[in-house]
């Protein structure tokens, strides 16, 4: 699907790299005046990858949303299949597909870019390695939050409000707006526990290296344990939804 | 003048029936707040962490960034037209209806719209200019004030007449173009901070092709008292007129792209 309109693709592709750049260009200025404990070279490559998974962050499901205004979900409730795994699947594949596409010729691009502005290299091989771990684990677990918005729009219908409200949550908390290793210290220490950090933030910091390899288990835990938690919560939610379910349309 | 009074009666119209769900408006302006509020957010805590960037001390940055809210955001209200739907009209085929009535297309597309939400946007950005005003301890003049008011009003244009690079470029390609964002959104995003602070490619896509820095930085700088260039004080009444300017070339090329478009509709 994704491959068929390659110039949006590429439209989109150019605007990420287009703030990527202004963004860092920000820091660089910011950091001539006052260098701080975290390298530069980390917050370019913080921006970078925050950009190139970006997709991963804010694919909404338009169709599922149309589905549950218009009151077409009713067939898919008819559908011999557990309808929390199939939305999960589904979300999922979606946000695979959307920001694997993008992030490979980002990526590429960010790493020709001089010292100071691109992606640096990972901390160490282990690091890579953990944070290609702790990205798939941010996966599942950001399907997992999004289910749980979705079950938030089928009780409310208007998507918009709660939405809106969820996804400014989402970009601050993840460290899209601004890095969260350039948050207050004692802020930090709370933002990184919190489920949002688990997507994007934790396997930035594997692969920058400040998450130290040693503390790597202890940094994947608290993803994993979010990402059960997270399903738990969806499934509850999404169960007692399907008892109570008012289909619009008819 | 007919046009005109044609306009404030559409708007009128408009923001009322938008208020006819109350409490749907109401959720998703606190939306829009605390969406505006997140950007002052992550400002506070840059000057919290730097305390300053190059020239500019804390005062000066809030400044700059409501300056910018401010003047975005009521284009975005009373230019929703098109800064929002005409992509939409222009796919769907409702521009069509358009072209049959006997009034101008850019005067109809304007008034086909209004984004009243907006207003918690501005009332951030007012936050952020009176605390950037108290801080950087400026001394209001009428010549100041006088000079505020013609940086937002020629802001409004330069805002506006970017958007229509989008609604151009999709009668030509009919799919909304994500390209043109860069100018808009980006520009917004980078010019929040003063112009100067980035290096010369990026410096001279914001004077020259998307002027917001003459238009906002260059007048802003002289009410802050920090001229960013060494020009004369009476450049900084000259300088916003380029807004204006911009919009009235995306004005002529707008109506050299109407005379291509084909209607997608059935």
Known sequence: ?250 | MNTLRLYARSMAILIKSQLQYPLSFLMQTIAQLVMEGGEMMALILLIDRFDRLNQWGPGDLYFFFGLMSVSFYLTEIFGRGVTGNFPYMVRTGQLDTVLLRPRGVLTQVLCSAADPRRITCIAVGVVSLVIGSNLAKITWTPVKILLFAETIFFSFWLILGLFMIEAILCIHSVKSVELANTLTYGGRSACEYPSDIYPRPLRVLFTVIAPFALVMHVPASVILDKPLFSWPKWAAFVTPLSGLILFGVMYLLFRKAMRFYRSTGS
Not at chain 1, 144 to 171: S, V
Not at chain 1, 209 to 226: C, D, K, T
Request: with cysteine; glycine share 8%; charged share 10%.
């Open chain 1, 1 to 250: 699907m994704e491959t068929q309109y390659r110039g949006a693709v590429l439209g989109g592709l150019i605007c990420q790299v287009f703030f990527g750049i202004v963004l860092i260009a920000i820091y660089r200025a910011l950091y001539a005046g006052k260098p701080q404990e975290i390298p530069l070279s980390h917050v370019t490559t913080y921006v970078w990858l925050q950009q190139a998974f970006f997709r991963m962050l804010l694919a909404t499901d338009p169709e599922l949303q149309d589905k549950i205004r218009t009151g077409a979900i009713a067939y898919d409730l008819c559908r011999p299949l557990h309808l929390y795994s199939y939305y999960y699947a589904r979300i999922m594949a979606q946000k695979l597909t959307g920001s694997v596409l993008r992030a490979l010729p980002m990526l590429v691009f960010a790493a020709l870019l001089p010292e100071g502005w691109g992606l640096c290299l990972p901390a160490s091989v282990p690091a890579l390695l953990l944070s290609v771990l702790g990205l798939i684990l941010g996966l599942f677990c950001v399907s997992a939050l999004e289910n749980i918005t979705m079950a938030f729009t089928m009780r409310t219908l208007d998507p918009r409000g709660m939405q809106g409200m969820l996804n400014l949550l989402m970009m601050t908390l993840s460290g899209n707006i601004l890095p969260l290793t350039l948050f207050p210290d004692s802020w930090q220490r709370v933002i990184t526990l919190l489920p949002y950090a688990q997507l994007l933030d934790t396997p930035i910091r594997l692969y920058t290296g400040e998450h130290a390899v040693s503390r790597a288990p202890e940094a994947l835990l608290i993803q994993i344990s979010w990402t059960i938690l997270l399903i738990i919560i969806g499934c509850a939610f999404w169960r007692t939804n399907q008892r109570k379910l008012v289909i619009q349309g008819g």
